[in-house]
């Protein structure tokens, strides 16, 4: 088997597969040959870029012995379709989890000071309106650039 190289196929799931590949293979033909009718689904990542051109070679893109490829496999409707007996109830697509509430909870902490601070203004000094208005403005740039596109 001279001309084959050793390639390893990593999953999300932290498990891997060992591919037997010629450097002259293509993507679109690695995705044939180890994911045959799932093709379309399969996303390959190397070196943190996703390659979407089926027809590179894997030396042309500089893919060598004992290489890592990352693989992702992505649900599309027409193809995984949930079992409706087994559904779980689902509240918009998101699932629920203090990552997901981090934002919204300290926007309205935030919101509820400044309306003490407003409407009670003899309880705040000057040094505490000051860290106030620096937390807001810290804030305000951290969820701009966490969203920032």
Known sequence: CSGLIKIRLKFLNDTEEVAMVRPEDTVGGLK?????????????IYRGQLLQDQ??????????????????????AA????????????????????GNLTVPAVTVVLAVVWYLRINYRQLFTAPATISLIGITVLFTFLVFGMYRQ
């Open 55 to 76: 027809g590179r070679t894997l030396r042309s893109l500089h893919i060598t012995d004992n290489c890592v490829i990352h693989c992702h496999r992505s649900r599309s």
């Open 79 to 98: 193809t995984a379709l949930p079992d409706a007996s087994a559904a779980a109830p689902d509240a918009g697509g998101l699932p629920l989890s203090v």
């Open 32 to 44: 044939s040959k180890y994911f045959p009718g799932q093709e379309s689904q399969m996303k390959f």
